[in-house]
């Protein structure tokens, strides 16, 4: 069962910048996506960012131009550098990792969160 253990979360002012690292207990180079999702309270998980096993990303359109996620495979570790945080920021955010089974399922892993919270 592979784990993911998010960190670097907390407060900081707004314009403040914070990087999340998300360390998996196993090899992320099979997986097909890695990604960071958030959760705000009384409002849906959505997706931040994800960057496939190709490298290649997508951003959700509020933190686009801000947030940049990175992987590197040798440390089976997920980076989200957030810079301009906002207010509007505020949530947990979940890393997530997707694996393609032998069964062309994905099978989706997920974090248990890091809080961070951004102060006008």
């Known amino acids: 069962q592979l784990q993911l253990v998010e960190s670097g979360g907390g407060l900081v002012q707004a314009g403040g910048s914070l990087r999340l690292s998300c360390a998996a207990s196993?090899?992320?180079?099979?997986?097909?996506?890695m990604g960071w999702y958030r959760q705000a309270p009384g409002k849906q998980r959505e997706l931040v960012a994800a960057?496939?096993?190709?490298?290649?990303?997508n951003y959700g359109d509020s933190v686009k131009g801000r947030f940049t996620i990175s992987r590197d495979n040798a440390k089976n570790t997920v980076y989200l550098q957030m810079n301009s945080l906002q207010p509007e920021d505020t949530a947990v955010y979940y890393c997530?990792?997707?694996?393609?089974?032998?069964?062309?399922?994905?099978?989706?892993?997920w974090g248990q969160g890091t809080q961070v919270t951004v102060s006008s």
């Open positions: 960057v496939t096993s190709a490298g290649s990303t």
């Open positions: 196993g090899s992320i180079a099979r997986a097909n996506a």
């Open positions: 997530k990792a997707d694996y393609l089974t032998f069964g062309g399922d994905i099978r989706a892993y």
